[in-house]
């Protein structure tokens, strides 16, 4: 079962992990580290903070079984799901001191983390897509989180980088799993071999991750039909 990909990891251990991660560096930062360009592109590294504290309103929507809700009125003003809803998040917020907009991202994932923990691993959450399991929902945010933090620029010691790599790794292949992806994938000690309508490939884990969550360079030579195959996270 694709399931089996992620047993040996805590989604819940991880949240916590990456959410310390992006604390230690959005605290260190100057007014120039908070206006600097991030990986996303548009986005500020306040940009991305904002995003981080804006989407908890979902997260809380799921936790409280109230998604249909949100949606409806975030439709009743105009706002679409997904890249609406995130630039909505972020143009709230610009305005902001980003001291507050630091503090609520703090105290809001703080509770999503911690109610999460506490339902385990196999309750089931309320999402945009149905009900879901609480721990599969959490290795969700778990890519989000390592995904924004490399966005940023926040460092990862080296040694986190090899467990770090192989459960983004693991939820990479999951995802494209649990979506039926059209692309084969296999796994050996230090590449995943990937193919798609006749085009393969021998990816190194970290190039593997950076096509799941869309952030292959434009530089890189990936034949766009194996981009566009393994992007399943972003």
Request: charged fraction near 30%; aromatic fraction near 8%; glycine fraction near 6%.
């Amino acid at each position: 079962m694709a399931e089996d990909l992620l047993r040996d990891f805590n989604p819940f251990d991880i949240f916590d992990a990456e959410a310390a991660r992006l604390d230690r560096f959005f605290s260190g930062l100057d007014e120039a580290g908070w206006r600097r360009p991030s990986r996303c592109e548009g986005w500020s590294v306040r940009d991305v903070l904002a995003h981080l504290a804006g989407e908890e309103m979902y997260n809380h929507a799921c936790l409280d079984g109230t998604v249909q809700d949100l949606m409806g009125r975030l439709a009743d003003a105009g706002i679409g799901r997904y890249n609406e809803f995130n630039e909505w998040c972020v143009r709230e917020r610009r305005s902001l001191p980003v001291e507050e907009v630091l503090a609520e991202w703090r105290a809001e994932n703080d509770e999503t983390r911690e109610r999460m923990r506490a339902l385990g691993r196999h309750a089931m959450l309320d999402t945009m897509a149905g009900p879901y399991p609480v721990g599969l929902q959490t290795f969700h945010y778990d890519s989000e989180y390592a995904t924004h933090a490399d966005d940023v620029g926040a460092p990862v010691p080296d040694d986190e980088a090899d467990d770090r790599l192989l459960w983004r790794v693991a939820v990479g292949r999951f995802v494209l799993a649990e979506q039926d992806a059209k692309v084969q994938v296999e796994q050996t000690a230090d590449e995943i071999w990937v193919a798609v309508d006749g085009v393969t490939a021998a990816l190194p884990y970290p190039e593997f991750v950076h096509a799941t969550v869309g952030r292959v360079p434009a530089a890189h030579d990936l034949d766009p039909r194996l981009a566009s195959a393994l992007r399943c996270l972003a």
